[in-house]
């Protein structure tokens, strides 16, 4: 069996991970050992009935060991560790959930359902760091890749409503807590038939704009608002949120030449979990909305159409619904009254799972595969 390494197994990607593996049985396939930042020593998770000791995450010879490294670390990590195992002579395969090294030239964004060819041709060639996509561009593909796929998106506008554990555990915390603040601002008034919603309104607003209002992660109010700015600035006026949208899209596509072009507008919402987006496509051709929908169904087996009705809408094309769930929904299909070549869409798809630890799992298989 080949040795595995896994780092940052503990935090909330990681440990959506360890719960898909189980689920899978991955674990029958590989000698699991795992690495820890703070607490080397200690029992690690158990594992077929057994448990090892956890071994420093730092440690290069522990490392340089392993055959195959997952981690969901993050990039601070990555950046500290992975030169450092590779200039020791390490030769194995890289898995990475952070995104230090996804635009790199030597690392492969791995999509397995959208790009297999891609990294199974890569993988002949020697490449060995497959990194996961950013969360809205892989949900995206996985909703629309059938699409892509057919070569029939010209190009595509991405508005992103972007859920709190895109951010992390500790920004999901605050989130409640900035919920608990405003529920507990209200407490005595919401009941109250004398009071006007007005009232109670101003009181919300007040509990939002106080100095006591939960701000040490987001910075500024989520619940009951959204922030319209994710990641770092661009020259170009950009967010590095949206940037990612066509630059790892096309890397993921292998669109060395024809780059399709993409853009929008990305806006964190107060959704605990999962990632929506409404995407306004121009198509190369005038296909029939039939068509289409069954273009997004062959793409791969976890696409779902919603139809284009009120309440299957509402029911089955939001965070609540799909929390949890593979499925990546896709409704709001229509042509749009500016023409028949463009087309409205909008997706929604669980971030901890195809946006973030479904990729690296699913990685682990090819990997194992292509070894044998």
């Known amino acids: 069996m080949k040795k595995i390494g896994l780092v940052g197994w503990r935090g909330m990607v990681g440990s959506v991970l360890m ?17 820890t930042t703070s607490q080397a020593g200690q029992s690690s998770p158990e594992v077929a009935g057994q448990t090892s000791v956890l071994i420093e995450a730092f440690d290069i010879a522990a490392l340089k060991d392993m055959d195959i490294i997952i981690t969901c670390q993050g990039s601070n990590y990555t950046n500290d560790v992975y030169y450092k195992l590779r200039r020791s002579g390490w030769n194995g395969f890289w898995i990475d959930a ?44 996985m909703g629309l890749g059938g699409l892509f796929k057919a070569n029939l998106v010209e190009w595509a506008s991405a508005m992103t409503y972007q859920a709190a554990s895109g951010a992390g555990a500790v920004h999901m915390r605050e989130l409640i807590l900035q919920m608990g603040a405003i529920s507990s601002s209200v407490e005595t008034l919401i009941d109250s038939p004398e009071l006007g919603i007005l009232d109670i309104d101003k009181a919300v607003t007040q509990c939002m704009q106080s100095e006591q ?35 790892e899209t096309n890397k993921i596509l292998g669109n060395v030449q ?44 976890w696409s779902a159409i919603v139809p284009n009705e009120k309440h299957a809408s509402l029911e089955r094309l939001t965070p609540a619904a799909i929390a949890g769930s593979l499925t990546v929904p896709v409704g709001r299909i ?9 087309l409205s869409a909008f997706t929604a798809g669980d971030q901890l799972l195809w946006g973030a630890a479904e990729p690296l799992r699913r990685m682990l298989r090819v990997v194992l595969d292509y070894l044998g």
């Not at 853009?263 to 964190?268: A, N, S, T, W, Y």
Request: net charge negative.
């Open 19 to 35: 719960a898909r593996m189980r689920e899978e049985k991955d674990f029958d396939l590989v000698e699991p050992f795992f690495f």
């Open 258 to 301: 024809g780059a399709i072009s993409l853009d929008g507008l990305c806006v964190r919402i107060g959704a605990m979990r999962c990632h929506s987006q409404a995407l306004t496509i121009k198509m190369r051709e005038n296909v029939s909305v039939a068509d289409i929908e069954d273009l997004i169904l062959e793409g791969n087996p």
């Open 98 to 141: 952070a995104s230090a090294l996804r635009m790199k030239d030597h690392a492969v964004i791995t999509l397995d359902p959208v790009n297999l060819k891609l990294i199974q041709d890569s993988l002949v060639n020697g490449v060995k760091d497959f990194i996961g996509g950013n969360c809205t561009v892989s949900l995206m593909l």
């Open 213 to 247: 209002f939960p701000l040490a992660n987001w910075g500024f109010p989520l619940a009951g608002s959204i922030l319209p700015w994710i990641g770092d600035a661009k020259e170009n006026g950009q967010s590095g949120e949206e940037w990612k949208n066509e630059a």
């Open 334 to 342: 229509r042509k749009m009254n500016i023409g028949d070549r463009y």
